[in-house]
């Protein structure tokens, strides 16, 4: 019931985000994405009740601090931003951005990567190669850490996952 509530809730938001100007804000995407990841990393804690509990605090702390970054990071910084991040996950190294404008600047650390199997229904396994990162933003003097694990896709280009 509570991931029924939460789901309706998270694409209610969605849906009002793309009312505006017929797609969704910076600040949507980063609110959304924030949730997303915030979740996953919740549910990495506690047991029954205490999981909800923790699945729902990382949400909530994940949806701030991503709308936060969201409406923060102008399009050259986001663009310096996603560059790296796709260059760190590749790579494998440590990859830093910092925007023209000189008001935001990152870090984009990344782990080993490793190989990552999900079962579908008919039993064929996917193979995917995926890493765990943390992205550290600093917007106007203010620092965010969002952690989170990325796969492979098929189009080449790596994608946050919410699990492996």
């Not at 797609?23 to 804690?45: C, D, K, N, Q």
């Not at 991503?66 to 790579?91: E, N, P, T, V």
Request: neutral net charge; aromatic residues 6%; hydrophobic residues 35%.
């Amino acid at each position: 019931m509570f991931i029924r509530a939460t789901a309706a809730i998270l694409m209610a938001s969605v849906l009002a985000g793309c009312v505006s100007d017929g797609g969704p804000s910076r600040e949507t995407l980063g609110a959304v994405t924030g949730v997303v990841a915030g979740a996953a990393i919740g549910s990495a804690f506690g047991e029954g009740s205490g999981k909800a509990a923790a699945i729902a605090g990382g949400a909530i702390l994940g949806g701030f601090a991503g709308s936060y970054i969201g409406k923060s990071l102008d399009d050259d910084a986001r663009a310096r931003h996603d560059a790296a991040w796709q260059d760190a996950m590749y790579d494998g190294r440590t990859t830093s951005w910092s925007a023209a404008n000189g008001r935001s600047r990152g870090t984009i650390n990344v782990g080993k990567e490793d190989v990552s199997r999900k079962y579908h229904q008919n039993g064929v396994p996917e193979v995917r190669l995926c890493r765990d990162y943390v992205s550290e933003i600093v917007v106007d003097g203010r620092n965010e850490r969002m952690k989170g694990r990325a796969c492979r896709g098929e189009d080449g280009f790596w994608h946050p996952t919410e699990h492996g």
